[in-house]
């Protein structure tokens, strides 16, 4: 497993597997695509957001977006792991490996519908050195109220 930071010379890749993930989550979010079959993004990689590539064996596997918050303060946008390669803990090791990057204040939040995803992270967040973690619903700008976990990753 290597995790990648996204360059202009992987962006190809990250937005081709961006398109599954919203493919994926458009039976919640109700999106569709355009009429030349593809999603807008919800999250746009910037200065403040890095996109992150999951690599195993060479093949790209997933990917993740985070926003870079003030004083070492970081929130997972997007996270998502080709579901062919959802075995073997591939998930809970790249998020791992995203949190040993980027150690910090962390809030990683769940819309409405995805309940699946809610019981993703907080397995994945307790194996994380027993991380403890808070557990809330909070009003999002962007979808209203989520599930959102807030935990601290230690160096």
């Not at 079959?37 to 746009?44: A, P, S, V």
């Not at 998502?80 to 090791?93: I, L």
């Not at 490996?97 to 519908?113: D, L, N, R, T």
């Amino acid at each position: 497993m290597e995790i990648i930071v996204v360059s202009e010379t992987n962006l190809c890749i990250y937005k081709n597997l961006a398109q599954c993930y919203e493919a994926e989550f458009s039976k919640i979010t109700g999106k569709k695509p355009d009429t030349q079959g593809i999603f807008e993004l919800d999250t746009q990689l910037s200065d403040t957001v890095r996109g992150l590539l999951l690599m195993i064996e060479g093949i790209p596997a997933g990917i993740a977006a985070i926003a870079l918050k003030e004083n070492s303060s970081y929130e997972m946008c997007e996270f998502y792991v080709v579901p062919s390669f959802r075995k073997n803990s591939a998930g809970m090791n790249f998020a791992h490996g995203v949190w040993k990057m980027y150690p910090g204040a962390w809030a990683i939040k769940q819309i409405e519908g995805a309940e699946y995803a809610s019981e993703f992270w907080r397995k994945t967040i307790s194996r994380y050195d027993q991380t403890l973690y808070v557990e809330e619903h909070c009003l999002d700008p962007y979808w209203g109220l989520v599930t959102c976990q807030r935990f601290h990753i230690n160096l």
